[in-house]
């Protein structure tokens, strides 16, 4: 009995740490540089572990890790929107900004 009871709080616990990280999807409608690496166009899953972006490609669940300066500002987003300025037949990223919370991600 003792062991079950420990056991569930143990999970309780951990569920809550790993509900914690938050995930944006964005979507590229052509190639995007984003630092040093390019992604395909298509829909993705961001979330920050610290100084990095990691975004995960939803429909073939490959992952690419990017660099990122975390900035937290006074207005709160509506939506998850890119900046970024076209080079050619790709989007060089500059900065997404996090739909429902104050962050932005620097590239």
Same mark, same amino acid.
């Given at each position: 009995?003792? +062991?079950?009871?420990?056991? /569930?709080?143990?999970?309780? %616990? /951990?569920?809550?740490?790993?509900? !914690? *990280? +938050?995930?944006?999807?964005?979507?590229?409608?052509?190639?995007?540089?984003? !630092?040093?690496?390019?992604?395909?166009?298509?829909?993705?899953?961001?979330?920050?572990?610290?100084?990095?972006?990691?975004?995960?490609?939803?429909?073939?669940?490959?992952?690419?890790?990017?660099?990122?300066?975390?900035?937290? !500002?006074?207005?709160?987003?509506?939506?998850?929107?890119?900046?970024?300025? +076209?080079? !050619?037949?790709?989007?060089?990223? +500059?900065?997404?900004?996090?739909?429902?919370?104050?962050? *932005? %991600?620097?590239?």
């Amino acid at each position: 009995m003792k +062991k079950t009871f420990v056991l /569930s709080i143990v999970l309780s %616990l /951990s569920s809550f740490l790993f509900a !914690g *990280t +938050k995930s944006y999807q964005v979507v590229f409608t052509s190639t995007a540089k984003i !630092g040093s690496i390019k992604l395909a166009p298509g829909e993705y899953s961001v979330k920050v572990d610290g100084t990095n972006a990691i975004f995960t490609n939803t429909t073939n669940s490959k992952k690419f890790t990017a660099p990122v300066k975390v900035e937290n !500002g006074t207005k709160k987003f509506q939506v998850t929107a890119v900046d970024s300025t +076209k080079d !050619g037949d790709s989007e060089n990223v +500059k900065a997404i900004e996090l739909g429902g919370s104050t962050t *932005t %991600l620097e590239f």
